[in-house]
């Protein structure tokens, strides 16, 4: 397993790479770190699963979330990717997006963990994490350098394969596009958030929008985000 492979990527969104690599159709799929549920969304409508269980540890978003109304087959839950409220064997797809670094640090294995635990036999778990690399990277590390987190989540992963806790079904490496129109919506969906208070002084600020907006173009700021997949499967069938 690599943490970053260069000569790999591809460029491709997070969904288009969901639908060349992951069966979710009627499937029952939970999503740990389900977030703004934007994600959710898309895949509750694009993919037609049996049901989505999404997850989310920022009680504040979590309150937000359980006003969305029109998501039938979604249900929204509190909680940890540390300990699932599911049953043994109880779930086809489990899909972390971007979130298993955002797990406490000790805790990582026993997410892992977890995830094997309630996925059935045979069940696939998407693991998809950022890649400490690229421009929008230099940006976010000015004020959230996520390069032990990161590194930790990827070792978390690599101890679970090397377990047989969960098997390496395949690498994936992709560029994602990310563009935002203007530093106002940069700071709106990076800076500002409820999860995590950003200890940013006015000396910093100026920094990062400085560095934000030697991206801008006239129809805003666009970037490719690498990050990489390791798919994995629970052993059995």
């Known amino acids: 397993m690599q943490i970053n492979e260069p000569e790999k990527y591809q460029t491709a969104t997070e969904l288009e ?29 694009r993919f037609q699963p ?7 540890v920022d009680t504040i978003q979590h ?9 039938p087959n979604v249900t929204f839950t509190a909680g940890g990717a540390e300990a699932i409220d599911l049953e043994d064997n109880s779930v ?13 640090l000790p805790l ?6 977890e995830i094997a635990r309630v996925l059935r036999p045979g069940g ?8 400490y690399a690229g421009d929008f990277n230099e940006i976010l590390r000015l004020f959230n350098d996520e390069k032990q987190v990161r590194e930790a989540a990827f070792a978390a992963v690599q101890n679970s394969v090397a377990k047989n806790e969960l098997l390496l079904v395949q690498q994936i490496f992709f560029n994602a596009p990310g563009s935002y129109r203007d530093f106002a919506e940069f700071d709106e969906r990076m800076i500002q958030v409820t999860h995590t208070n950003h200890q940013i002084d006015e000396a910093l600020y100026r920094r990062i929008r400085n ?18 997949v390791d798919l994995l499967q629970k052993p059995g069938s």
């Open 17 to 45: 790479i969901i639908q060349q690599h992951l069966p979710i159709q009627d499937k029952l799929l939970l999503e740990l770190g389900c977030g703004r549920a934007w994600m959710t969304r898309q895949l509750a409508e």
């Open 50 to 56: 049996r049901q989505i269980i999404a997850t989310e």
């Open 63 to 71: 309150g937000k979330n359980l006003l969305i109304d029109d998501l």
């Open 92 to 104: 086809d797809v489990v899909i972390m997006l971007k979130s298993l670094h955002h797990v406490p």
């Open 108 to 113: 990582m294995g026993l997410a892992l963990s």
């Open 124 to 131: 696939l778990a998407y693991i998809s994490e950022p890649v």
């Open 211 to 228: 560095a934000f907006n030697r991206h801008m173009d006239e129809d805003g700021a666009h970037f490719l985000k690498p990050s990489r």
